[in-house]
């Protein structure tokens, strides 16, 4: 029997929630049976080399520009058609139109469409322009007329993307973001010592560094813990834009936040640092279904975050509270404050939730696998 060839279409496969679920993709797929490739606008990406070592094809492609966008639709086009891929599942949110109908063009049976977020924008309250309005219109009717499978990882993410009608067909799948259990649940109890553990509290909150994620407002949050007295320290993982990052370092400087809240960069190490802290924190504007919260319930973490996205993420096991976004950084602060005083969740009940709602990591790829052999199989 011949491999399936796949091929992901994801910006740079650099550090993010969507990237991480694509590796869970390929670490845990057969590989005598699928081939699975990625595009990349990013020659050092994060991944390049963890995708090459298991046997996946790393393409780099030209950045799509919107003034020229010939040599990526060319680009693509090449690769697909030279490739002969039997799949392209597309994770660009509405500019998945132009990567699905050049799909399409170049043969391509299986065409993959996947959702991954509610809104778009910086989450800033702005509205969309009449051009963004309009362009978002016009790749949402070539979404649906081109592909042929709809994914989501959250309900409230495929109506945003298809519409109410397209998430009652037969061809659109609720497809949960997951967490890699061996690595968050494997070491649930090992006890950490070395960086950040020196006395003082930590908070752990993980995302690109850009106004979506917000951190900005915790650096207010971490201000009211210095106001208090608390050695409490919020730990901020991610890299981002360059001018919202210098925003935010610049309101840790001012403030004398130093000792207070951290910005670390990217890390490779996200669940030591899970298990170094006492609670999670996740003030987002928006969400598809973050990744993050999913590890950091797994890990048992306490875990306080916006009321701005999907509740499925929950884990149902009373150790999450959503806030608002109202700029009350005492609230805030109040509910950390009390998150910690609560403790993490037995494991038991994290290990039995992950299994029931199917959030473990070899379930995602299983059940992409199955899509993908399904919709070659015509079923």
């Known amino acids: 029997m011949s491999k399936q060839n796949i091929l992901i279409i994801t910006g740079a496969m650099d550090v993010g929630g969507i990237e991480n679920q694509l590796m869970h ?13 990625f595009t990349s606008t990013m020659p050092d990406a994060f991944y390049r080399s963890e995708i090459e070592a298991l046997g996946g094809k790393f393409i780099l492609i030209p ?25 392209v599942h597309s994770h660009e949110l509405f500019h998945s139109g132009i990567v699905l ?25 702005k509205k969309r322009s009449l051009i963004r309005s309009a362009y978002n219109t016009v790749m949402r009717w070539l979404i649906l007329a081109c592909s042929n499978q709809q994914l989501a990882c959250s309900t409230l993410a495929g109506k945003f993307l298809y519409g109410e009608k397209c998430t ?12 890699d259990t061996a690595k968050f649940l494997g070491h649930y109890d090992d006890q950490e010592s070395g960086e950040f553990c020196d006395g003082w509290i930590n908070v752990l909150q993980v995302g690109r560094v850009t106004t979506v994620k917000n951190q900005l407002f915790l650096t207010e949050v971490a201000a009211e ?31 004398g936040l130093h000792d207070y809240i951290q910005m670390l960069g990217v890390r490779s190490d996200i669940d030591v640092l899970m298990r170094k802290a006492s609670a999670f924190v996740l003030p987002s504007h928006y969400e598809g279904m973050p990744l993050v919260l999913i590890e950091a319930q797994a890990s048992g973490l306490p875990c306080v975050v916006a009321d701005t996205f999907s509740h499925e993420v929950d884990f149902e096991i009373g150790k999450l509270q959503w806030l608002p976004l109202d700029g009350d950084a005492a609230r805030w602060a109040d509910a950390i404050e009390a998150a910690i005083a609560h403790g993490r969740a037995p494991k038991d009940h994290v290990v039995r939730v992950v299994k029931d709602k199917r959030f473990d990591s070899k379930m995602f790829a299983e059940t992409l696998c199955h899509l993908y052999q399904n919709a070659l199989n015509g079923k």
């Not at 993709?25 to 490739?37: G, H, M, P, T, Y």
């Not at 799909?103 to 800033?124: C, E, I, S, Y």
Request: net charge positive; with cysteine.
């Open 225 to 255: 813990m210095k106001k208090r007295g608390k050695k409490i320290r919020i730990l901020c993982a991610g890299s981002g834009d360059p001018d919202y990052t210098e925003a935010v370092n610049q309101a840790i400087s001012r403030n």
């Open 168 to 179: 009652r067909k037969d061809s659109y799948h609720l497809v949960f973001n997951s967490v």
């Open 25 to 37: 993709l390929l670490r845990n797929a057969d590989k005598e049976k699928f081939q699975i490739d």
């Open 63 to 87: 950045e799509m520009s919107h003034k020229n966008p010939l040599p990526y639709c060319k680009a693509l086009y090449r690769i697909m058609k030279d490739g002969k891929y039997d799949i």
């Open 101 to 125: 109908l050049i799909a399409k063009l170049a043969g391509v049976p299986g065409r993959f469409v996947h959702a991954h977020n509610w809104q778009d924008g910086n989450g800033d309250g």
